[in-house]
């Protein structure tokens, strides 16, 4: 019960001091509308410019008094003193006035009424129009080229102004027109500054900027400056090369840049190249609008001119050097090294070094390679790329020897050949016959067979040789075979011996190298003769002139009833044989004409019948010239005469020689005994005379005469001289080595024919005497 008496008293105390309020509330409401005011809006002129004034006026509706006025500028109020604002206040209204007007001032303006229950507020915006001013005005700028251009330029003004580069390019003397800047330079506008930047001048960039600046208030604001480039001495190219062939001239270019005075200076090498006193040089110089061209024209190049010349730049900014290599183009040098690698039959590789290229690329090798032969050669090329310095030849001819050099080539031409290599090719076996085959029959058991060698070509080597094959025909099948050593004669002959009485065979001939044997000739018939051939005649010397030789012979007994005709058969040594003539068979000598005076000539006589012409005579060797009658007489005696004799001549010729060795020996005693005198009367004088230059210990004596049993032949007796016929072919086969008959052995068939023979008859000191001495001497040497 008290708790609920407790809640009623508080709800009544509660709700009491709830209308209390109210009216309380009530009464002051009613006050306040009482003293409530609003501010008369207000503006600022329009056209505000920056130093001219402005004047607002703030006011309330109801005009009350008792108002206390307050300025505010942003949310800054504005004091009574403050400069260039002036407020005027009263009970009603309140004044404010800016007076000079500036940029400064533009903003909002509020102005405050207050009373003390209530309050008024009303803001203003001023908004000026300010032509546009300088902040940073632009100056002239000189700058080095290639350096960074930094240009500036702001300006004030409201709005705020719109600022910006562009450049002047005088198109002519007294029109300027403006352009806009080229897209390599920065130029940047914002809040009123302009900003232009080229990041490496040139002299493109020089010239006159004008900075504008422009609010739309008044007129623009317009700075026009210049931009000076600063060029120091300098070359774009750095380095060059010039290229020039041997004795033509060379032009070497500077073209320098930058400011005048400019200079440039030549020099090679330390050396500094005079403009005025150049020995085989010349300069000149050119301006140009950026600068000067310099060139150093060598009239005719040397391979010393080629070098590195450098070329000075220097004016009141800087220095600069440039660098030029002149190259002195030439032919290049003979490829060193040339050496054969490998060798085949018919092939080979050649390989050698690059050689000095001339300060030109090589673009090939060009080898060459001939025959190492004497005569016209024939030369063979092959072109190689300078990519590689071996070479493989082919189409080589075995076993020959071939000469290989290799020239170099280039832009300006050939070089010399390189020093010659030697190369000889593998051989191979001959690949074509002996040609004309010639095959005659020299009696019941004798054949002849002549032939020439194959062609030069077809040797594919050195001939070493022939097989000489016959065979019985209708007999036998197999060849027997003979060897021929080769000789260098055009013609070759060998005598197949001891063969079958008139039997036919058939003849073959093969050259062979030391690869192997060639193919044979084409078979050749023929067969010995039925009956016998003439014996060998014995061949003398009758007499000899300067042009003529005179021969007499004779034939055994036998046999010389069927002689029908002799033939005379000669040559000069080592030449072709000739026939003189055919001699009717009742004669027994001839005289063979139109020979040549101090010539050895080689004679032999072949006696002929109805089967053929017998063995031919001995081979004998006479040197033509004048011998008297009874030389000749005594050459044309018979083998029976006792003046011919050994038995004679041996005694004869020895008593000779000890008469002379006689009479020197008396002749050099008799002289030391005059000498011996000569000194001894000297001696006894004490006046020593010399031996009338004659060498003490000197003895002069005769020549001796030679042994005249060395001239004969071994295997001879007295009875038995040199010039007896020889053995017939049937029983000595006859051999020729290297085209010399002198060179047979004494069993052949060609013997040599010994004038000192004849020197024994008893010739004293005569004219023809000494001739047959000197032919005796000959004949020995060529035996």
């Keep these: 019960m008290a708790n609920g008496r407790s809640l009623r008293v508080s709800a009544m105390t509660i709700l009491v001091h709830l209308m209390v309020n109210i009216a309380v509330l009530l009464v002051w409401v009613d006050d306040v509308n009482g003293e409530l005011f609003e501010i008369v809006p207000f503006s600022f002129p329009e056209n505000v410019r920056v130093g001219g004034s402005s004047t607002i006026l703030c006011t309330v509706s109801e005009g009350k008094s008792g108002i206390k006025f307050q300025w505010f500028y942003g949310e800054k109020e504005i004091g009574a003193k403050m400069y260039q604002v002036k407020i005027v206040n009263s009970e009603t209204f309140s004044a404010l006035e800016i007076n000079p007007v500036e940029i400064e001032n533009q903003g909002n303006y509020t102005c405050v009424a207050r009373t003390a229950k209530s309050v008024s507020r009303y803001t203003a915006i001023l908004t000026l129009k300010a032509s546009p001013k300088w902040k940073h005005e632009p100056v002239d700028v000189r700058i080095k080229q290639l350096s960074h251009l930094r240009l500036e330029c702001s300006a004030t003004g409201y709005p705020i102004p719109t600022v910006r580069w562009t450049r002047n390019i005088e198109s002519s003397l007294d029109n300027l027109s403006a352009t806009k800047l080229s897209e390599e330079k920065l130029n940047v506008s914002y809040d009123g500054k302009a900003v232009l930047e080229v990041k490496r001048t040139t002299e493109k960039d020089e010239g006159n900027y004008i900075c504008t600046a422009d609010n739309g208030v008044a007129e623009p604001l317009l700075k026009t400056v210049r931009v000076t480039v600063i060029v120091p001495a300098r070359f774009e190219e750095k380095f060059g090369v010039v290229t020039a062939q041997k004795g033509e001239s060379a032009r070497l270019q500077c073209d320098a840049q930058g400011d005048q005075p400019l200079s440039v200076t030549w020099s090679n090498s330390s050396n500094t190249l005079s403009k005025t006193s150049g020995s085989g040089y010349e300069i000149f110089e050119t301006l140009t609008p950026k600068g000067i061209n310099s060139e150093l024209i060598i009239r005719e190049t040397l391979p010393q001119d080629g070098a590195i010349y450098s070329c000075l730049a220097e004016n009141e900014h800087g220095r600069d050097e440039r660098k030029v290599k002149l190259l002195i183009q030439e032919v290049p040098s003979p490829p060193p090294g040339v050496s054969v690698r490998e060798v085949w039959t018919r092939s080979s590789s050649i390989t050698w070094l690059v050689p000095y290229s001339g300060n030109s690329p090589i673009s090939n090798y060009i080898v060459q390679y001939w025959r190492d032969h004497k005569g016209t050669r024939r030369l063979n090329e092959k072109t190689v790329p ?196 055919a001699v009717p068979s009742e004669n027994d000598y001839y005289t063979v004409t139109g020979l040549q005076d101090e010539t050895a000539y080689e004679f032999y006589v072949t006696a002929a019948n109805k089967y053929g012409a017998g063995d031919p005579s001995e081979i004998i060797t006479v040197i033509t010239g004048d011998i008297d009658s009874g030389f000749a007489s005594s050459l044309s005696g018979q083998r029976g005469h006792g003046y011919m004799d050994l038995a004679i001549i041996v005694p004869v010729a020895a008593a000779v020689a000890a008469v002379g060795v006689v009479v020197a020996v008396s002749c050099v005693w008799q002289r030391k005994i005059r000498l011996r005198h000569r000194l001894e009367r000297a001696m006894s004088e004490r006046t020593y005379t010399p031996y009338a230059g004659i060498p003490v210990g000197q003895v002069t004596v005769g020549q001796r005469f030679p042994d005249m049993d060395k001239t004969w032949p071994p295997g001879h007796s007295d009875n038995n001289p040199p010039l007896s016929n020889p053995d017939p072919y049937s029983a000595v086969p006859p051999r020729v080595q290297n085209g010399d008959l002198r060179k047979a052995s004494s069993t052949q068939e060609m013997r040599t024919y010994f004038a000192q023979d004849a020197r024994i008859q008893g010739l004293s000191g005569s004219k023809q005497d000494v001739r047959q001495i000197r032919n005796s001497q000959y004949s020995n040497s060529l035996k």
């Design 386 to 581: 300078s990519s590689q310095t071996f070479a493989m030849i082919k189409n080589l001819r075995p076993g020959t020897s071939y000469i290989v050099t290799i020239t170099a080539e280039n832009s300006v031409g050939k070089s010399l050949p390189s020093d010659p290599a030697m190369l000889t090719t593998g051989e191979e076996e001959p690949d074509a016959p002996p040609m004309d085959i010639s095959v005659h029959a020299k009696g019941t058991n004798t054949i002849t067979v002549t032939w020439k060698a194959p062609p030069r070509e077809n040797w594919n080597g050195q001939l070493e040789g022939y097989y000489v094959g016959y065979r019985v025909i209708d007999l036998s099948e197999t060849y027997s075979y003979e060897t021929e050593q080769f000789s260098p004669s055009l013609e070759h002959d060998h005598f197949l011996t001891n063969l079958m009485k008139g039997t036919k065979y058939g003849i073959i001939v093969k050259a062979f190298n030391a690869a192997g044997t060639g193919p044979p000739t084409q078979e050749i018939l023929v067969s010995t003769l039925d009956g016998d051939l003439p014996a060998s005649p014995k061949l003398y010397v009758q007499s000899t002139t300067r042009s003529t030789v005179t021969l007499k012979w004779n034939v055994d007994s036998p046999s010389h009833a069927s002689v029908t005709g002799y033939t005379v058969q000669y040559r000069r040594e080592s030449g072709r044989w000739h026939q003189a003539t």
